[in-house]
């Protein structure tokens, strides 16, 4: 896969992927993102729009597209309701202007992985619908394929130029270091013998990435991301993290 395409307009185009999309971190940045991109919300709070940030040549709000992994059934518009019912600070009418945005949005949102995540995690997704998504077992590798497949889709179909994922998942419980995550060999192993207990989800996503040599953000305070192994990954592919 390409990490970059030639422009195709004169505005960048940057792909935000999001592992835990319909969160209440996530929800928030896409609603923000696209209140500020349309003029609807100043950028309070926003380092980028900060004096200590001018002259740097950031990438323009207008141009970011957002898509991800998430484990429940949902859209951004139910669930920016839900944060608004909850905590009031996603008001109807700075929604109302943005039901398109938060449509097209979501619908670049596709099934995420549930590898040994925790009975808390794994009770809170929904039942997959037929076809795409099916609850058939899939293998450590055939979930990583996946993951890598759903962000080539991403990029080709937006024509994006570049991509930055970020891990926004529920916490996960801690994962025990095992001699499968001292080495990437040694991780790349296991996950040809589908050893399924050494890794959570944000295991697969980081890796997944990281072999695609994709930006990686970790926010989630979940200790299976950034493994010894999987640190070793991005620095193979020279992928920042």
Not at 105 to 126: F, H, K, M, Q
Request: hydrophobic residues 40%; contains cysteine.
């Amino acid at each position: 896969m390409a990490k970059t395409r030639k422009n195709r307009s004169s505005s960048p185009r940057l792909g935000v992927w999001l592992f835990g999309a319909y969160g209440g971190l996530a929800t928030t940045v896409v609603v923000g993102t696209r209140a500020i991109a349309r003029g609807l919300a100043a950028p309070h709070g926003l380092t980028t729009a900060t004096p200590a940030a001018a002259g740097i040549d950031w990438q323009p709000l207008e141009g970011i597209v957002f898509g991800g992994h998430e484990i429940r059934r949902s859209d951004y518009r139910s669930a920016a309701a839900e944060i608004q019912a909850r905590t009031g600070s996603l008001p109807p009418e700075l929604l109302q202007p943005l039901q398109k945005d938060l449509a097209a949005a979501s619908a670049n949102v596709v099934p995420g992985v549930l590898a040994n995540a925790g009975r808390t995690i794994t009770e809170l997704a929904d039942p997959p619908r037929g076809g795409r998504g099916k609850a058939e077992r899939l293998t450590l590798r055939q979930q990583v394929a996946r993951v890598q497949s759903d962000l080539r889709a991403f990029q080709e179909r937006h024509r994006l130029d570049r991509i930055v994922c970020v891990n926004l998942t529920s916490t996960e419980p801690p994962l025990r270091p095992s001699p499968a995550h001292r080495t990437l060999a040694a991780f790349e192993r296991a996950l040809d013998a589908d050893r399924q207990q050494v890794v959570r989800p944000s295991a697969i996503y980081a890796y997944a990435a990281a072999t695609m040599g994709l930006p990686f953000v970790h926010f989630t305070p979940s200790n299976s991301a950034l493994l010894p192994a999987i640190q070793q990954a991005f620095a193979a592919n020279r992928a920042p993290w």
